[in-house]
């Protein structure tokens, strides 16, 4: 009989937030989650805030979770138990250290390893090269048996494309559910605008009512403000932090203006501009 938590299709996976918790540790029973988003989703920032919450409620004895981030490994090169142990090492020197006699002549970090005692949370095989993305699938199915605790994360089309190489033949990671982190709603945009401004009925957050006003609409300020990079770009460059005054800040409603703003790249190019803190003159913006 199955545990009454355990999800038995695709719509009890779903939920917000730190639900993916709940998803990972009771309603997938092998406890291995692909976790699917666009470019600037939310991805890593969802991977660090479900190994915090997953370390706040680990039983004793329970294995770790470790973020690896998979830019640095060559799956076609190294083994992903051997590279697990190399980054292990490096960013935590305590585990160069012998493991206790019983574990023969290995390290700390090959035992934790060996013995299942960490759970790998792996950040972004999208940016591995397009040719080791499956490569790195069936590694890790290698690696890992289908019973063992993981998280993977990865641009949605990057994953697709590495389940259905140009060559070789389809690969999926075993065992394993998937979700994807869905573009935020715009009650949920202007809700938060609001509410980082100062509040529903404050001046800073009346300034955003030009934009608020489009966020439904499929004006490109709507499509460029639905991830979560943009959003929190937007707040940060036009929203006033304490000890500022909106006077001095450039207008959100700029991002209204179609003639000088036609489309979602180039309200993507002027925030992430803006956000980096390089001054963007008035010229340059109309440039974009």
Known sequence: MRPADLGSGPGELAGIDLEVVDVLMRRVPTRRLVILGSPGSGKTMLMVRLLLAMVEQRSPGGAVPVLFTLASWNPAAQELNEWLV????????????????????????????????????????????????????????????????????????????????????????????????????????????????????????????????????????????????MLFLARTVYSPRPGEHSVSLPNPAELCDVDRLPTKAAIERLRLNLGSGHPVSCDERQRT
Do not use: C, K
């Open 86 to 229: 190399e980054r292990l090492i490096q960013d935590y020197a305590s585990l160069r250290g012998p493991a206790p006699a019983s574990l023969s002549s290995m390290n700390r970090a090959r035992a934790l390893l060996e013995h299942r005692l960490i759970l790998p949370i792996l950040d972004g095989l999208d940016e591995l090269p397009p040719t080791s993305r499956a490569v790195a699938l069936d590694a890790i199915n290698q690696a890992l048996p289908p019973r063992q605790a993981l998280v993977l994360s990865s641009r949605v089309d990057e994953y697709r494309q590495a389940q259905f190489p140009v060559a070789g033949v389809p690969v999926r990671l075993a065992g394993a559910a998937g979700i994807e982190l869905q573009p935020l709603t715009a009650t949920e945009m202007a809700t938060y605008l609001r509410r980082d401004a100062g509040g529903e009925n404050s001046m800073s957050a009346a300034r955003w009512e030009p934009v608020l006003a489009q966020l439904s609409a499929d004006a490109p300020v709507g499509q460029a403000m639905r991830t979560p990079l």
